[in-house]
C-alpha cells in the first residue's frame, strides 16, 4: 500500500544529529550558546542585506518582539494582513493594542497596498493617530507586492514587520523576504521550510536592535551581578538543542526551496489540462515564492464526487492536528466556509490516502476577531471559499505529485 501523503513534512539533512550531539558533549544544553550563534551566523550570511538575527522560541515569538520593539502599546492600532495564519495578529492582543485587518489583492493573495492606504487614512481620521506597524504576510511563501506596501509605509512613516514566517528563502526582485521592512519575522516550527522541531527567528535592521531584542527575549536582566528588572521581559530564547537542528536544517534550505519549486512547476503543468481546478502561480518573475505550499482553487461550477454529503458529519479535533483541542465543533457549519466542493475532494483526497487542508480562514472572519475594524474586499473570503492546499515539500515526489493530481481528476465529475 502506498504510504500516505501529508502537506508538508520536516525532511532532516543528517547533520543535525553531530549538532546537537556536541551540545551534549559541551554541556551547553540551554537556551544559548554556540549552535544558537552559529545557527544565527548561518541566518544572517543567508538574508544578507548587512541584517542582524536573533533566534527565539518560536515565530509567534518574534511577531510579539517585534511589535514591542516598535513601540506598540496598549490602546495602538496595527495593520495586518487578514488573509494569515493567527500567530501574525494574536500577539498585537498580548500587547493590549488592536489589530487593524486590510485584505489582500487577487494577484499574490497578501496585503492589497491600495486598501492599506485607505485603512492608515480612515485610522489617522477616526482615531487621530496613525497605525504603530504594518504587518504584511507572505502567504504560502509567495512575495507581496512590496515596492507598492513599502511605498505606503515610508509616506506615513510607519514601520515593516515582515512575516515571513512561510517565506524563508523567496525572493522579491532578487532580494531575500523579510529584509524588506524595519524586522522580518521567520518560524522553524515543523511544517515550515526549514525546522528546528519548533521555534522562530527575527531579522533585525542592526547590531542595536538586535541587542534589545535579546535583552526582551531573555527576561529584560539589567547588568547587575543579582536579578534586577527594570522592565518586563520574555523567555523567548531558543534552545541551543534546537539551534543544532537549525544548523543542521541550515545546508539544505537552497535543496529544499528548490524542490518546492519543481513541485510548483508540475503541479502547475499537470493542472493545465485540468478544467475547473487552478493553479495559484506567481505573478510574475519578479515575484521568487518558495512555493512553501502549493495552493489550487475550485470553479464553484466545478462538480466534485460526494459534494451532497460534505459536510455532513462533525469533524471531531481541529486541523493540523493540534493537541490540547477542547472545543469540540457542536455544528458542522459556520457563516464563512469553503465551498462544498472544495470540502468533497479534501474529503476524497483523504480517503486516497492525500492529506489537503483548506486556505487559512481570514482574520476578519474569524469569531474572536468579530469587534476589530476591517478594511475588506471580499478577495481573501472569496479565496477561501474555493481554495484548497496540496502537499509540498521535500517528503513529496515528483511521482507523487502525478498520483495527487490523477486522484484530483478522479473525484471530478464528468
Ligand atoms: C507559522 C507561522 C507563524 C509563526 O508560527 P510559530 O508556529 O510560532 O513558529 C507566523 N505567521 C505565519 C503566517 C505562519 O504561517
Redesign the pocket.
Known sequence: MRKRIYLCLAHMSGKEQAFIQEAFDTNWVVPLGPNVNGFEKDLEEFVGEDKKVVALS????A?HLALIACGVKPGDEVICQSF??C??CHPIVYLGATPVFVDSEPDTWNMDPELLEKAILDRIEKTGRKPKAIVP?Y?YGMPAKLDEIMAVADKYDIPVIE?A??GLGSRYNGQVCGTFGRYG?L???GN?MITTS???ALICPDEEAKQRIMFYATQAREGFPYYQHEEIGYNYRMSNICAGIGRGQMTVLEEHVEHHRRLADLYEQLLAEVDGVTFHKRPSEKYDSNYWLNTVTLDPQLKVKGEEEAYAQVITGAVGGAAGVTHAAGTAHTDCEPNRNVEAMRIALDKAGIESRPLWKPMHKQPVYRNVPAYTNGVSEGLFKVGLCLPSGPCVSEEEVAFIVNEIKGCIHA
Do not use: I, Q, R, Y
Request: proline residues 0%; hydrophobic residues 45%; negative net charge.
Open positions: 518560536a515565530g509567534t515569538a511577531v494569515t495564519f500567530a501574525s504576510v502567504l512575516d514566517a512561510e519575522v518560524s522553524f516550527n515550515k519548533g521555534g522562530g
